[in-house]
């Protein structure tokens, strides 16, 4: 099932997905400025650069914060993600899009099985919430044999009811770019800001390292010749100026040579 989904992926899925990688490389550690000091920042001045970046690229993206209360065995929570609305033909498509999302599954003493599930799963999830679900539902049966062939209780965060909550509940989107204002913000110190955003600067690298992984397998292959058009397309006429860091991005991305 995992394995079937690596090759299903729809062409505006793959435009997104190589330009989320490109962008996912192009992040500096010294542009993440962590968000509201009093809790952990969790990745979210990742995501909030690349929600920047793709609004750039004329991609309507945002931040999708969602939150659920304790409803029955499910505990309430928070989770935050990304979304992309993209027009796919006649209807508009949205794109739930988790650039932790390999993470978000790991267990203490994974069976084979499960090491394996987890290889299938991309670096960086990006799929409409139907094909979302068809993971979640995977990785929590390969989760629950897991845990029970190691005679581990299963911990109700890894039920399937959960990890719907945290993708496919309701949500808030939001697109504001915070930076600055958090940057000049009263009594943020250097020595602060450094100390806080230690976590952020670990996940931008392992991103960093598990793409490069990724593309050394060849799981994200070359622009085929009709992506190469769309992005030639887009590089054209999403009214990006010729010369921009962005134009000049997609115009390479765009010819280089399939393999
Ligand atoms: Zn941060």
Redesign the pocket.
Known sequence: MLQALKYDIASHEKELLTILTKLSLSIKEID????NPASD??????RRLLVKHLRLNGYDAAICSSSWPTNGKVAGGEYEYIDVIAESGFSNDRLIVDVDFQSQFAIARPTHSYATAMKFLPVIFAGSPVKLEKVLKSMAEAAKLSLSQNSMPLPPWRTLDYMKAKWLSSYERSFIDTSDRIRKGPGNSQWRERV??K??VEQLRHLKLCIAAEADKNIVSKPSSADRNRMMYLANNRRLQTGSPYFEKLKALASEKPE
């Open positions: 993440l400025v962590c968000g920042c969790k990745g979210g001045c990742i806080r955003k976590q952020c």
